[in-house]
T-cell receptor
């Protein structure tokens, strides 16, 4: 069975500080990986997706970047946090190819002060 | 711009009652719908998907799709307090590849 792990569980950061969030999936080779952001009371917004190592597509510009250094790892980062970055960050995976069902990790709660 | 609209925004049903949630796409190019459930503070869990006209049932959950009206609905019978959650509808559009568009959700509260 596939398991998806996100770290950290929660983070409180200052405006202007850097950020790195991670996501690892086990039990699945060559998954499609996604980053989503959910503002408090808001809907889920897809930020990035990756279909293979080293390849990341940006969906929404939020002064964030993403990388996929390994087949099972997806990283979300920024050099400088904004207040508007606060929210719930979710990593998701789907089977490669034409399967579109996406399964979410447990998420990281980010508070920017 | 592709949008997914959900109604109602919130819904209160008594325990044992029927909850009916709606979702409509703004773009005719939609080819898949999903329903997710998100308990407070947790990540969304997929409930059901539908891409063909008609109805699909899994336990207490039934999903309908009417492609002509770009509308899907989720019905929960014999609602339980544990069903209290945010229900999110997501759509995939033929031109969008791996991108899912989510609605803002319906907040369901089941009262004992």
């Amino acid at each position: 069975a596939q398991t998806i792990h996100q770290w950290p569980v929660a983070e409180i950061k200052a405006v202007g500080s850097p950020l790195s969030l991670g996501c690892t999936i086990k039990g699945k080779s060559s998954p499609n990986l996604y980053w989503y952001w959910q503002a408090t009371g808001g809907t889920l917004q897809q930020l990035f997706y990756s279909i293979t190592v080293g390849q990341v597509e940006s969906v929404v510009q939020l002064n964030l970047s993403a990388s996929r250094p390994k087949d099972d790892q997806f990283i979300l980062s920024t050099e400088k946090l904004l207040l508007s970055h606060s929210g719930f960050y979710l990593c998701a995976w789907s089977n490669g190819g034409a399967s579109y069902e996406q399964y979410f990790g447990p998420g990281t709660r980010l508070t920017v002060l | 711009q592709q949008k997914v609209q959900q109604s109602p925004e919130s819904l209160i049903v008594p325990e044992g009652g029927m909850a009916s949630l709606n979702c409509t796409s703004s773009d005719r190019n939609v080819d898949y719908f999903w329903w997710y459930r998100q308990h407070s503070g947790k990540s969304p869990k997929m409930l059901m998907s539908i891409f063909s006209n008609g109805e699909k049932e899994e336990g207490r959950f039934t999903v309908h799709l009417n492609k002509a009206s770009l509308h899907t609905s989720l019905h929960i019978r014999d609602s339980q307090p544990s069903d209290s959650a945010l229900y999110l509808c997501a759509a995939r559009y033929g031109s969008s590849g791996n991108k899912l568009i989510f609605g803002i959700g319906t907040l369901l509260s089941v009262k004992p």
